[in-house]
């Protein structure tokens, strides 16, 4: 089987579905001879042609405009949006066009987009290279929000997102980019071609949207993440040596409520981590189903690691982003409540 690090994995997922699919189409800022800004669509314009890759104007809100006819007149658009803090411009044609066509029109229409985004920090880049906006998706109906943690999931996921036929918000974390990132920052990263789910089948398969993954068993806590925020927390469980199980959500809608259930009826505890914000963050959104579904189970209260309630502050990176000595200490408090 093929090692890729996630950056090949997307670009072999659009791959995949373009040569599977003449109606794929993708687009956005750079992608077309220049690959992208972090190249995921290097050499698909070479492959395909200008017509199925192409480069569009500095217009977050064109861009997805655009996608949105087309999704209308039966294409598959599969859009980047540079990173995730430029999608502010184009926020009013997800949530009040794309994310309500198919109810506008009693099914008459669907909008099968798929608008990529890197998202999170880790690379010093600042207020405005660094944010994670997932939550600003997750609150709107008739949108699915998919983040991955690793390359296999990332292609899996992006080759159900572009089939699926509803618009789909794919946020690549993109400090895993290259490798499986756990918030030691001071560590040498470990490359994803010396990692399991570096291994990646090089022909077509998809992962249900909506399912989650149970990336390391136990039996003391429950620790929900997703993205970056997966490997963080299974360098917390390892540092403290606390028998946690770490649950990958991949998908934040749908979501996987039962597995959640499931493991915080098992083990009584719960630590929810997200690298945005906390006031509002989804996180939120998280404890209170967990309080709600698992009330009568719970030995302590539902504790939430996350992001400062500030912009990303790039002259304190470190202390900002949620790491595993903050993920570990969340560990120890509700172990001993």
Not at 70 to 78: E, I, R, S, T, V
Not at 132 to 148: Q, R, W
Request: with cysteine; glycine share 10%.
């Amino acid at each position: 089987m093929a090692r890729m690090t996630m950056i090949e994995a997307v670009r072999s997922a659009m791959d995949v579905s373009m040569a599977r699919d003449d109606d794929v189409v993708v687009f956005g800022e750079d992608v077309g001879y220049f690959g992208g800004v972090f190249r995921c669509t290097q050499g698909l314009q070479a492959k395909y042609g200008k017509t199925r890759c192409f480069d569009t104007p500095i217009s977050e809100s064109g861009i997805v405009g655009t996608a949105i006819g087309m999704a209308a007149y039966g294409l598959k658009p599969c859009v980047e949006i540079q990173f995730a803090d430029y999608m502010y411009p184009a926020y009013d044609q997800i949530t009040q066009e794309a994310a309500r066509i198919r109810y506008r029109s009693n099914g008459d229409f669907t909008c099968p987009i798929v608008l990529r985004m890197p998202t999170g920090g880790g690379i010093f880049g600042g207020q405005t290279h660094s944010q994670s906006p997932e939550a600003l998706f997750t609150h709107v109906c008739g949108l699915k929000v998919i983040v991955p943690s690793n390359p296999y999931d990332a292609k899996g996921l992006l080759i159900a997102a572009i089939e699926d036929p509803d618009p789909v918000m794919f946020l690549e974390p993109k400090r895993l980019y290259n490798g499986p990132f756990d918030g030691h920052h001071e560590r040498p990263v470990t490359p994803w071609s010396k990692h399991e789910l570096g291994e990646v089948p090089e022909g077509h398969y998809s992962i249900p949207i909506g399912k989650a993954d149970i990336r390391r068993a136990g039996s003391a806590v429950t620790v929900v993440a997703y993205g970056t925020m997966v490997h963080v927390a299974l360098a917390a469980a390892e540092d403290t040596g606390i028998d946690a199980e770490v649950i990958d959500l991949r998908s934040l809608l749908p979501l996987d409520l039962d597995t959640i259930v499931q493991s915080v009826n098992k083990t009584g505890r719960c630590v929810v981590v997200h690298e945005a914000t906390l006031t509002s963050g989804f996180g939120g959104e998280i404890a209170s189903l967990v309080q709600e579904h698992c009330f009568y189970h719970l030995e302590a209260p539902v504790v939430r690691v996350a992001g400062w309630d500030t912009p990303y502050p790039h002259a304190q990176e470190w202390d900002y982003f949620p790491g595993p000595g903050r993920v570990g200490r969340a560990l120890a408090e509700v172990m001993e409540a």
